[in-house]
């Protein structure tokens, strides 16, 4: 279990996120690690789903980037 729990918060980090302080960040893994540790062959992929809670991280945020004010272009007349 502690090996998936570090893969979520692995992947939570790579995201540029961070979990919520406290127990509401904590990683939920809802199958039963030990059943799925007693029927795991070597080889094997391990599917399991978690949910966990977090935050974007204002450090990993990539910096805003200002768009140019679009160049209006106008027709001139004269009279």
Known sequence: QEGVIKTCEAAVSAYGLKSLPGSDGEVNVNEDMQEVC???KAGDSVPFTATFRAEIDPEKAPPAVEQPAEEQE??????
């Open 74 to 79: 106008g027709e001139a007349t004269a009279e």
């Open 38 to 40: 007693n029927s795991y």
